[in-house]
Every structure is written in structure tokens, then in C-alpha cells.
């Protein structure tokens, strides 16, 4: 398992060793420098190499495992999943590797370790996230699974079906969990609270606008006399906001002008019938203003 460059790097300095050798066979005091030449070339060549050379043995280790993973041989596979991470241990993907193996094998709590030192090792490998996730969730920790599937659906960028299926699944323990169940009542009934407060808000702020309306009409209708039109506006501008002091004012202004525009006119009445001798009917039309004219307790409760 020497890797391409390492055998290549090797043959280059043999062929360079015999040459070095033959030149300096006459001369025995040109021995040591070459001895020397040779040492700094075969360990350097060590040096640069040996991480290669550790990481490709690891990678191959690993493919072996994957192998046997696929043929369920998995002690075989573990045991090469071994070898990789002696060489290489904080390799994610073959930290899930092994963890899914073991899951395989049904040994839940070795499987879980792994996906979290996978996890752990590079937190921008997602595949297990989603591991863990579907472990926990077959185990009934749906708190866990959603915590992991949260996890790994906001780390999805793109059109990512793995992000896409890790929401789905979100969705799903939202609806059995009954921790979460209530979580989603309370926000749904949160969220239902807050549109009836702000349809109230909207609805009293039309109110407010319409009985203004009303109350510009009534005004109106005062300045041409015409009571009746003004004392129907402000009624109408009362029922939408009945507290309003100023239309309360407005209102009572109005009913004192009718009040006192009536008692003219049936004065006026009287004194006519008076004057042509209708001494009766004249007495009866002075008897209607005394009910019109209210009682001073009635202005007073007023």
C-alpha cells in the first residue's frame, strides 16, 4: 500500500544512488559527503511523504471496510473501519462509516457515540446528522430526532433532498410528539389571540372613522337648521362610538334646539287661536308646550 509518488520518488533516488556510487568509488575521502547526500535524500523523501502515505493507507482501510459493509460482513468491516481511524481518527466520513455499521449490528449506544464524534470532527459533514436523527427517533426520543433533523435542515443549502426530507420529518414528529403538539396549540393559539386583538384594533379604528364621518355630517345639518338630518347623524355617530363627549354634547345641543323650536311654533300657534278667539284650542295648545318643556330633575340627571 506504498503510494504511486512514494515508489517513483524511491526509483528516481536508487538510480541517482548508483550513479553517485560509481563516481565516487576512486575516492575514498569523497565517501562520507556522498553517504551523507544519500541520507538527506532517502529521509526526506520519508518526511514529505509519510502523512500521504498514512492518510492513503487510511482511505484504503476504509474502502476495504465499506466492502464488507456492503457484503454484511461487519466485523470484517469494522475491523478495517479500525485500521483507518488508527491511522486517521478524526475522519468524519468513517467515523459515520463505523457508526453505521454498528447501528447495523443493532449495538445502538457504540452506533450514537460515533455519529456525535463524527459530528464532533467536522461539523460541516451532514450525513450524520440525519443518522442520528433516524436513531433516535427508532429509540422514541423524538426530542432528540427533531433537535438533529432541525440541525440538519438548517444546514442545507440549495435544492438538498436530504434537507427537504429532514423538514418533512420535522413535521412529522410535530404532529405524535405531545410535547411538541402542545408547543404548536399554544403558538397557534398565540399567534390566533394576536390577529383577533389586531382585527379589534382595525375594526374600532374603522369605527372611530365612520362615527367622525357621521359626526361632520350631523354638524353640517346643524349649521342649516335642518335638526332632524343633524339628530339621525349624530345617533348614527353615537351607536359606532357611544362614550364620545363631544358628540354626546352635540347631540343634546340639537334636541334642546327642537325642543325650543317646537315651543315657538306652538306658541306662536296659541297666540293665533288666541287672538281669533278660539279661546279652548288655545288653551289646549298651551297645555302641549308644558309637556314638551322637560322637568328641571331631567335636566339635572342630564
Do not use: C
Not at 438548517?154 to 433532498?161: A, Y
Not at 298651551?286 to 330633575?297: A, K, M, Q, Y
Amino acid at each position: 500500500m506504498i503510494s504511486n509518488n512514494l515508489k517513483y520518488f524511491l526509483a528516481k533516488g536508487k538510480n541517482i544512488y548508483y550513479a553517485i556510487v560509481q563516481q565516487v568509488s576512486s575516492s575514498s575521502y569523497r565517501r562520507f559527503p556522498a553517504f551523507l547526500f544519500l541520507s538527506i535524500l532517502f529521509a526526506y523523501p520519508g518526511i514529505i511523504f509519510a502523512d500521504n502515505l498514512k492518510l492513503e493507507s487510511a482511505e484504503e482501510y476504509r474502502l476495504q471496510g465499506y466492502d464488507q459493509q456492503q457484503k454484511a460482513n461487519f466485523d470484517q468491516a469494522i475491523s478495517y473501519y479500525k485500521k483507518s481511524l488508527s491511522l486517521d481518527p478524526d475522519n468524519a466520513v468513517t467515523l459515520n462509516d463505523i457508526a453505521v455499521v454498528y447501528e447495523q449490528m443493532g449495538l445502538d449506544v457504540e452506533a450514537e457515540s460515533f455519529y456525535q464524534k463524527a459530528i464532533r470532527s467536522d461539523k460541516n459533514y451532514l450525513p450524520p446528522y440525519m443518522n442520528l436523527a433516524y436513531l433516535y427517533q427508532t429509540k422514541g426520543d423524538l426530542k432528540k430526532a427533531a433537535e438533529y433533523f432541525k440541525e440538519r435542515f438548517k444546514r442545507s443549502q440549495g435544492k438538498d433532498p436530504w434537507g427537504e426530507k429532514a423538514r418533512l420529518e420535522l413535521l412529522k414528529i410535530n404532529e405524535y410528539d405531545p410535547d411538541a403538539q402542545k408547543k404548536r396549540i399554544e403558538e397557534e393559539a398565540q399567534k390566533l389571540e394576536a390577529e383577533i386583538v389586531k382585527q379589534s384594533q382595525d375594526e374600532f379604528s374603522k369605527q372611530i372613522i365612520r362615527s367622525e364621518n357621521h359626526y361632520k355630517k350631523g354638524l353640517k345639518f346643524a349649521q342649516k337648521k335642518s335638526l332632524d338630518q343633524a339628530l339621525e347623524e349624530f345617533n348614527r355617530a353615537l351607536s359606532l362610538t357611544p362614550q364620545n363627549p363631544k358628540i354626546l354634547k352635540a347631540k343634546e345641543d340639537i334636541e334642546k334646539q327642537k325642543i325650543f323650536k317646537e315651543v315657538h311654533d306652538r306658541s306662536k300657534e296659541a297666540v293665533t287661536k288666541l287672538n281669533s278667539g278660539e279661546t279652548q284650542s288655545a288653551k289646549e295648545e298651551f297645555r302641549r308646550i308644558l309637556t314638551i318643556i322637560p322637568d328641571e330633575s331631567a335636566n339635572e340627571s342630564k
